[in-house]
């Protein structure tokens, strides 16, 4: 039988365009569900997520390294998601589809020196082992690359 | 409470919602609120105004023609942009060829926007008509028709219809003054291509429709509080330029004649287009 752990949070409305999310120790300020605008006081909910898709990719990948004794120099990955509808989430009569995130794509760039079979055998653990590119990529459709840099 | 007004918009593209949250955050800030509803498209829209789900409808110059139409002329027209008055459209064919002339188009190719796009089809048709051009009996009409039900807003249709007289596969198109002149300056279009072969009497764009039944004091409040955003007020300015005007002005009903002929010498609503 599967081991089981729960994370917990705890979300506050603190005004229009914020929200507290308390974890552990730690707080979150989130703005709007996805904002629009070039400036906003706090990242979109959407953002946070995409955030922790790539914190959890850089962060596992850098893991992942060290189990091989491979020591990575740089990371640096851009993800850029969409949703199926963005005009079904700000609630236009008459459109179609939905509100959720249907593409995420991007790119980790990193510096590290590793033969190709190896890196590839490090992105593979460092996908399988993500629970939020497990999570997400069940549900959208999620092209994360990696390329190494010197 | 002071209950909101509720303005109805037809958007496509997303960005425009910031339009819209900005021109809420003005009215909040007068002490005249409004909230907005969305909608895909026009037909939608006047449905909603007639209905009165909505209070004023954001209204193409066709959707106002509709709204008149199915309330038999009990609208109102409550404000408009600067840039809604007095548009025209150009006529355009390539540069350095045979036809100088409207009625030079006889037996050519003529391509047009979305065929609901007052700007790029409905009244360059009617202009051509006026010529005695009818569209199948004398030239050859090819429509592109993107995003049917936004009334042209979408300029696709309309820069396709110009890709394809720039590709030799039309022989004119159609083309609102303003996309003209913005195409021409950004470098999508080199005018030293073409030539404009005539161009349209002006007509009237957009306008804020309300229908007759409401409420005097609250439209004139609306109206009030809509007609104070000012174009040198950093706060309202970059909202204006996106929406592409520098003062809102009365709305006025006597510019669309000439799309009300159109309609009704192409039986537009008639035809359930």
């Known amino acids: 039988m599967a081991a089981d752990h729960a994370w917990s949070v705890r979300a506050r409305g603190i005004g229009p365009g914020e929200v507290r999310v308390y974890a552990r120790n730690q707080v979150l300020r989130v703005g709007k569900q996805a904002s629009l605008r070039d400036a906003d006081a706090h990242p979109s909910a959407i953002e946070h997520l995409l955030g922790a898709l790539a914190a959890d990719l850089v962060e596992g990948f850098v893991a992942e390294a060290a189990r091989r004794q491979l020591t990575v120099d740089a990371t640096e990955l851009r993800l850029t998601g969409s949703l199926d509808n963005v005009l079904v989430h700000l609630g236009v009569v008459g459109e179609t589809g939905h509100a959720g995130l249907a593409h995420v794509t991007g790119t980790l760039y990193v510096t590290v020196d590793a033969d190709e079979r190896v890196l590839d055998a490090l992105w593979a653990a460092t996908l399988a082992r993500s629970p939020l590119y497990q999570t997400l990529s069940r549900a959208a459709e999620v092209d994360v690359r990696l390329k190494v840099t010197h | 409470m002071n209950k909101p007004i509720l303005i109805g918009a037809v958007i496509y593209e997303p960005k425009v919602a910031v339009i819209w949250e900005t021109i809420k955050e003005f009215f909040a800030s007068e002490g005249c609120p409004i909230d907005y509803v969305f909608y895909s498209n026009y037909e939608l829209q006047v449905r909603a105004l007639v209905d009165r789900h909505i209070d004023i409808a954001w209204n193409s110059p066709l959707a106002w023609l509709d709204a008149l139409r ?26 350095g060829g045979s036809i100088r002339t409207l009625a030079e188009l006889r037996g050519k190719v003529v391509a047009t926007g979305a065929l609901d796009s007052p700007q790029a089809t409905l009244i360059p048709l009617e202009v051509l008509r006026r010529a005695g051009l009818t569209a199948s009996r004398d030239f050859e009409l090819v429509r592109f028709n993107v995003l049917v039900g936004k009334h042209g807003d979408h300029v696709g249709g309309e820069r396709d219809a110009l890709g394809c007289l720039a590709e030799g596969r039309a022989d004119a198109c159609a083309v609102l003054d303003l996309n003209w002149q913005s195409w021409t300056g950004d470098g999508t279009v080199d005018p030293a291509r073409f030539a404009l072969v005539a161009t349209t009497p ?63 010498e192409q039986r537009f609503f008639e035809s359930g287009a």
């Open chain 2, 70 to 95: 199915q309330t038999g002329g009990r609208c109102r027209a409550l404000a408009m942009r600067d840039t809604d008055r007095d548009r025209v459209s150009h006529l355009v064919v390539r540069a």
């Open chain 2, 202 to 264: 002006p007509f009237d764009h957009c306008n804020f429709t309300a229908l007759e039944s409401f409420d005097e004091a609250r439209a004139e409040r609306w109206t009030a509080t809509l007609r104070r955003m000012r174009y040198d007020e950093p706060k309202h300015r970059e909202m204006m330029d996106q929406e592409g005007l520098k003062a809102w002005l009365p709305g006025r009903t006597s510019g669309y004649e000439l799309l009300s002929d159109a309609v009704r």
